[in-house]
């Protein structure tokens, strides 16, 4: 099912507009639905350009605190060193919101409890930071793709790269960044994250 969210703060100003597909269980099994109309074919939300989001924006004191030095150039690509193991899945689902059953319940992932989709983002996010230290902000997304499962106790790993990197005249750099995230697996790392999106630099 294809979700459009829009949302405006108290004086109507536009604060997240995207496109979501969620997967929900139909009443009965084997049932044809007769739809399979392809996602890509709606229409995109508007995107603001970023100087409209960052307004007057002083990253100078980012900077100061951070000691950022020369920013990244386009086609620079980080392997994130060590990997983090992801725990207390059920937990976050459940302090977040999240009533999906196969996100609390074994039995819906093969034995093993899937993960809310959030919190593998979150995990992927630390590890961009790790590489990007002197990151402020993520200023919207084009694409978020998770394309595999991820389950409590994998380890995840993420390959950072910079598909463009834009110096403001007021300061900063605008990031348009790709992260592909995988999880251990015995035989070979398995594809679980593919998400891109916009972050300012000090």
Known sequence: MALRITTRD????LVLDFLRCAMIPLRQQGVRTGRADLLDT?????????????????????RS???AGEP???GTAWSVGGGDVVSSAPELARL????????HDAAHGGGRRLVYGGHTIGVAFAQVCRVLPDLVTVLG????DH???????????????VERATARPSGGTLF???????ADAPEQPRPVLDWRFTAICA
């Open 176 to 182: 348009e960044l790709r992260s592909l995230v995988s």
């Open 42 to 62: 709606l229409e995109a939300p508007s995107v603001p350009a970023p100087d409209a989001v960052l307004g007057d924006w002083d990253l100078s004191a980012f």
């Open 96 to 103: 977040t919101l999240n009533v999906a059953k196969a996100h």
């Open 65 to 67: 605190r951070t000691g």
């Open 10 to 13: 108290q004086q109507a100003r």
């Open 72 to 74: 990244p150039a386009e």
């Open 141 to 144: 997304w084009h694409s978020c």
């Open 147 to 161: 394309v595999g499962p991820v389950y409590e106790g994998d380890t995840l790993r993420s390959t950072v790269s």
